[in-house]
């Protein structure tokens, strides 16, 4: 299986004094289809190196591919047009827009990219939505929705334009068993039925259990992959 | 892009909307210091246009005199140029007063489109009634053509300015003037000169107030030249133009064409054009300044919008919007804070406009109105002062919010 994504000797040190070293010395494929999860205590590094995946931050040294193009070379518009086409976040918190509709939520990376007309958008909105029984839920704000319900707004947010890479910080963090297990469910399917590529940071051992791969770190640099 | 664009700008309306009390104080901020803008300069211009209308129509535009603002060279010096002559006991000539071929003057300045030109004579005589005496300036003109160019006849009391026509010797001179000789109209005066007395009658007078006739009296052109003495001789030629703003250049044109001089209004009002230079330095200061601090309210309400939303930015950015969405959408909010203000304070102008309007105080008997100027170009002058001061107070907040790092907001969340 090729790569979709691969990190290679990735660093990322705070300039700070003295130097905090976030991320050290990380080679890493992640491939589409696949479930990964990042373990590791907490302030190993986990996630700073999703950040770093995602092209919200930049390393002091090394690299990270993307489809064979290496990101260094993109600027800031292009890291953000390609976050826009092939990335979806998952965080811990939802990070929905609160003055906005749950519709309207899933309707901002759509609306950004610009490639349907308005109809087109609403229904793809709309069947990403209903894929996550949120149907009922399309015209409400997020403070009218429950914990749960607001997290799969959000996957759908992360979903809207068809990402080929699915990052999650704590995607279950701050969710009851009920809902985390849910949440996993979602996430195994992106992967197996959707050929997406999922990293996922997590704290959660049943998140961890339900990963293809599991990439322990320590300390900022991988201890193991299994 | 015209759909990025209402994206991004739907979201910073919604970002306002949410925020009520933060907007309307931004908008009533940009209101006020717009209404107050157009209040002021309604009446700064107004009362400017007034004055200088005033001066425009009380008097020709351009006064030729039979002066020469330099001597001519000596015929010695044009005739050895780049030497230095020495010339002994030479006296001026002792020319005789007056413009010389002042037809050929008159014909010039009439060929311009549209213009008047009124060639008069003005002279010094005493008038005379028993023992009382008074220095008068009479100005020997034409009633057809005079009327023309000076709105003569508003400023009269009593009589017509072609009473001159129709009453042998007549004279029309200030009520001030005629109160302190004690005559009336229709009263016979007599006028001593150099070149002898003559009687004249009181055909009209120029109402009280009207400083600018002073101890001027008006005579009919040839009445003037007999009583001086002065047969054929024209010493004054007024010019009106249909733009008077184009007199400065149209008097040096005259001037260098025929060496008399030739003095536009703006000349001759040189010390008022100062002053009115001096009041629009003022007026524009403060409503500067009024919108300046209107424009510390945008940069406040913006300012604080991009601390609130710092969480939405890191958000917006790992979705992929690019740091420029990010600063338009501020700017945006400051645009559409400056726009809603900018209309208010079109209305708050108006309204002000129509209450200064609406007052009335008498000057010398007649009620007069103040002079407002409602000209759109106010209007234009106070939006678009309005936007550029919003658009730098919101650019300030907004390069913040684009700068805003999401690792940032996004580790500290979680």
């Known amino acids: 299986m090729t790569a979709l994504m691969s990190a290679h000797a990735l660093t990322r040190i705070l300039p700070t004094e003295p130097p905090v070293i976030l991320v050290r010395d990380v080679d890493l494929d992640i491939s589409a289809g696949q479930f990964h999860a990042v373990i590791g205590p907490s302030g190993c590094g986990k996630s700073s190196l999703l950040y770093l995946l995602g092209l919200l931050d930049r390393p002091t040294s090394g690299s990270v591919e993307f489809e064979g193009v290496d990101t260094h070379s993109l600027d800031g518009d292009e890291r953000a047009q390609l976050r826009l086409e092939q990335f979806g976040f998952v965080f811990q918190f939802h990070f929905l827009l609160p003055e906005f509709s749950a519709l309207e939520n899933v309707l901002m990376p759509i609306r950004r990219l610009g490639r349907l007309d308005g109809v087109e958008m609403a229904e793809r909105a709309l069947s990403i939505l209903d894929g996550l029984d949120l149907a009922g839920q399309a015209q409400k704000t997020p403070d009218k929705m429950s914990g749960g319900e607001r997290q799969r707004v959000a996957i759908a947010r992360a979903l809207a334009n068809d990402p080929a890479l699915v990052l999650g910080d704590e995607p279950t963090g701050n969710l009851d068993s009920e809902n985390s297990a849910r949440v996993i469910r979602i996430f195994q399917r992106m992967a197996h039925e959707q050929g997406r590529a999922v990293v996922c940071v997590t704290h959660d051992p049943t998140v961890a259990a339900a990963a293809d791969t599991r990439i322990h770190m320590l300390d900022g640099a991988i201890e193991r992959i299994d | ?414």
Do not use: C
């Open chain 2, 1 to 414: 892009m015209l759909a990025r664009a209402q994206l991004i700008v739907g979201i910073a309306a919604k970002h306002l909307s949410k925020r009520k009390r933060q907007t309307a104080v931004a908008i009533a901020g940009v209101g006020i210091g717009v209404g107050f803008f157009l209040a002021v300069s309604a009446m700064m211009i107004g009362s400017q246009n007034d004055f200088v209308n005033r001066l425009i129509s009380s008097a020709p535009h351009i006064i030729i005199s039979d002066e020469i603002r330099s001597p001519p060279p000596q015929p010695a010096i044009r005739a050895l140029p780049g030497t230095v002559v020495e010339v002994h006991g030479y006296k001026t000539r002792n020319e005789v007063r007056g413009i010389k071929d002042w037809q050929e003057i008159v014909r010039a300045a009439n060929a311009i489109p549209g213009s008047i030109v009124a060639p008069s004579l003005s002279g010094a005589v005493s008038l005379r009634v028993g023992g009382r005496e008074e220095p008068l300036g009479i100005i020997g003109v034409d009633p057809n053509i005079e009327e023309k160019i000076e709105n003569v006849q508003d400023k009269m009391s009593v009589g017509s300015l072609h009473n001159l026509e129709t009453t042998e010797g007549g004279l029309i001179i200030t009520e001030d003037l005629a109160q302190s000789l004690g005559v009336r109209m229709g009263d016979t005066v007599g006028a001593t000169s150099t070149a002898g007395t003559r009687s004249l009658k009181i055909v009209g007078l120029f109402a009280r107030g009207r400083g600018q006739f002073g101890n001027n009296g008006y005579v009919l052109l040839r009445e003037a030249q007999s009583l001086t003495g002065q047969p054929f001789i024209i010493n004054r030629i007024g010019v009106s133009i249909p733009n008077a703003y184009q007199a400065q250049a149209v008097a040096a044109d005259l001037e260098s064409r025929f060496g008399y001089k030739a003095q536009s209004w703006q000349e001759r009002s040189a010390d008022f054009m100062t002053l009115l230079l001096t009041r629009n330095v003022i007026m524009y200061s403060v409503i500067s300044a009024m919108l300046l601090v209107a424009s510390f309210g945008i940069y406040t309400a913006v300012s604080n919008s991009v601390v609130d939303k710092r969480r939405d930015i890191a958000i917006l950015r790992s979705i992929g919007f690019s740091q420029g969405d990010l600063q338009r959408m501020f700017v945006a909010e400051g645009l559409m804070l400056a726009a809603v203000g900018i209309l208010v304070g079109w209305a708050i102008g108006t309204l002000l406009m129509h209450i200064l309007g609406s007052i009335r105080f008498p000057i010398l008997g007649k009620t007069e109105h103040l002079p407002l100027d409602r000209s759109a170009r106010q209007f234009m002058i106070a939006g678009f002062s309005s936007l550029a001061a919003a658009t730098i107070a919101a650019w300030l907040p907004a390069r913040k919010a684009a700068r805003v790092d999401p690792v940032d907001i996004l580790r500290g969340a979680a």
